[in-house]
């Protein structure tokens, strides 16, 4: 299913990223799943939680730059080639994924995947995987 | 509107007449009263007999800013004590502050001059106009509020600090007309915002700023949030203070107030007098004043003079806008950089907010820039290719400005130090090691 990701903008700065933990325990918001891409000057926190709509607000009150993408979240088996099966229908469409990241716990892993076309992966997952949405 | 038109549309002849009249009783002054300006035109074999047109001035000698501060404090007064009645200086960030007395005659003068530059903005005695610059030692605040009071609008003298305090009086009286620095301005246009008010809840139509160099970038900028017209104000402490030159409703060059103040454009390297058109560092010459009267003095700002007749009908020089400081030029590389070159180029991306810091270092004997900039909230994207791809497109711009590259930096929104005053832009670490 397509769930709202919050990105946040961050300067490579060193408290920074405590800053966003500090906020978010501030107003008991628990994080479910988060990644970080970095470049040398600055860095995109992208982060799945429960309560997005208040996180949005007490980190915009804060100060920090966030915006909300939609991205796609699957259960996938927690075994070897379980993504791989996904990612080669995915390939066969031409889908592009921009970027993922994934948590693996006991029987499952949950994969956040940002494809290039959404609509396009959602159907080609509703026919070739059903079971993972 | 021309509030002297027997002084701001002077033919040119009658012009040199009162000018040249004007500096041989200044010469006679200084040369009886400073004993400074006494000893440098006794060492040129002058006497005030040599100066009898306004062509001679160039026999006279320059003043620099750092005559002032080794004749600290009153060095170079010209007038006894008891004579002036007000002080202002300048801040003495590397040095001694710049004391400048004015006598009750100078005052008149300042008043006078900055009055045409409120008349020629369009103000009349129905506006009500807030004075945004600082009250104090500097010249600012005092300067423009004496202007637009003689004009007989209504002052508000808001002065600095209290912005939420400032955008309320903007709505609740009404005000129509607003002084303070261009960056005050966006300041204000921020906050503004953010308290969730638009320009069509202010009444603002005319906007005189000055105190620091800006763009036609940022008047754009300036008119299109703040909904106004917006126009130069220029003047130094040294030679009175805001009213040394404005811009007319034409946008097209400020008209200096040379019956009082006269403007020469040098080279900066071989102190040569340049001609009209040609780029150097403007000097001007107080010609009335008798607190602290100044000869050639060197301003070190970079402009061009125009002399022509303008479509306003005023027949003064004007000063084309400040390209810079000669002091606050950076040498980069050996390329010559001024703030105001990033500041038009950041200004031009609407993805960008119009702040930004310079920070020049010199890494293994290397100069280096780095352009810090605020991305706009909206502009933000969850891709970092997008977030490369603009910093990349800034950094080409930049390139091809500057001619040298620059480090872009890309940050987080108001993570660049707001000031209220004159904002600090460069950070130069290279003077620091």
């Not at chain 2, 300006?37 to 074999?45: C, G, T």
């Amino acid at each position: 299913m397509t769930i709202k990701q919050i990105s946040i903008f961050l300067e490579n700065k060193s408290g920074r990223l405590n800053e966003v933990a500090r906020v978010l325990a501030a107003n008991s918001i628990n994080m479910k799943a988060f990644c970080i891409a970095e470049t040398t000057d600055f860095g995109l926190m992208r982060l799945i939680v429960e309560e997005v709509d208040k996180a949005v607000k007490v980190l915009r009150d804060a100060g920090f730059a966030v915006i909300l993408t939609d991205v796609l979240s699957i259960h996938c088996p927690n075994q070897p080639g379980a993504l791989s099966k996904i990612l080669e229908s995915l390939a066969k469409e031409q889908i592009f994924i921009e970027y993922m990241y994934a948590f693996a716990q006991s029987e499952r892993a949950d994969v956040v995947i940002n494809p290039n076309d959404m609509e396009k992966c959602l159907k080609v997952i509703r026919e070739k995987h059903p079971d993972i949405l | 509107m021309i509030w002297n038109k027997s002084k701001e549309c002077m033919s040119r002849d009658e012009m040199s007449d009162l000018q040249g009249k004007r500096l041989h009783k200044l010469a006679e002054l200084v040369y009886h009263n400073v004993p400074f300006y006494r000893e440098k035109m006794q060492a040129l074999d002058l006497t005030p007999e040599d100066i009898k047109s306004i062509e001679d001035i160039k026999k006279l000698p320059f003043t620099t800013k750092q005559d002032l501060r080794d004749n600290y404090p009153t060095g170079l007064q010209a007038a006894n004590q008891s004579e002036i009645v007000r002080v202002h200086a300048s801040s003495g960030t590397t040095g001694n502050p710049t004391i400048v007395g004015y006598t009750r005659r100078d005052l008149e003068i300042w008043q006078e001059c900055s009055a045409r530059a409120f008349t020629s903005y369009g103000v009349t005695r129905n506006d009500v106009f807030s004075v945004g610059y600082g009250y104090g030692l500097f010249t600012g605040g005092l300067g423009a509020h004496y202007g637009v009071e003689y004009v007989g609008a209504t002052v508000i003298p808001t002065s600095t600090g209290n912005t939420d305090k400032h955008l309320r009086l903007l709505r609740d009286l009404k005000i129509t007309g607003i002084a303070c620095t261009p960056s005050y301005a966006l300041y204000l246009a921020e906050a503004m915002e953010r308290n969730g008010m638009t320009r069509e809840d202010i009444h603002l139509k005319i906007g005189a700023f000055g105190a620091e160099p800006w763009t036609e970038n940022m008047r754009d900028e300036i008119e299109s949030r703040l909904g106004l017209q917006a126009y130069n104000l220029y003047g130094l402490s040294e030679i009175i203070g805001p009213g040394v030159s404005y811009e007319c409703t034409c946008k097209n060059g400020s008209h200096i107030s040379e019956d009082h103040f006269y403007p020469e454009i040098i080279n900066p390297d071989t102190l040569e007098p340049q001609p009209y058109g040609t780029t150097g560092e403007l000097v001007f010459t107080t010609l009335t004043k008798t607190g602290m009267p100044l000869l050639r003095y060197r301003t070190k700002d970079l402009t061009s003079l125009i002399n022509e007749k303008c479509e306003c009908g005023r027949t003064n020089v004007r000063m084309t806008r400040i390209i810079g400081r000669s002091d606050d030029m950076l040498i980069i590389r050996g390329i010559n950089v001024f703030p105001s070159q990033v500041e038009s180029v950041i200004l031009e991306m609407p993805e960008f907010e119009p702040r930004y810091m310079l920070v020049v270092d010199r890494i293994n004997s290397l100069d280096t820039l780095q352009v810090q900039v605020e991305v706009r909230r909206d502009y933000f994207s969850d891709e970092l290719g997008t977030m490369l791809r603009l910093r990349k497109r800034l950094a080409d711009k930049l390139k091809s400005v500057l001619s040298i590259s620059a480090d872009v930096r890309l940050m987080e929104p108001n993570s660049i130090p707001r000031s209220e005053g004159k904002s600090v832009r460069v950070i130069d670490k290279r003077q620091l090691k």
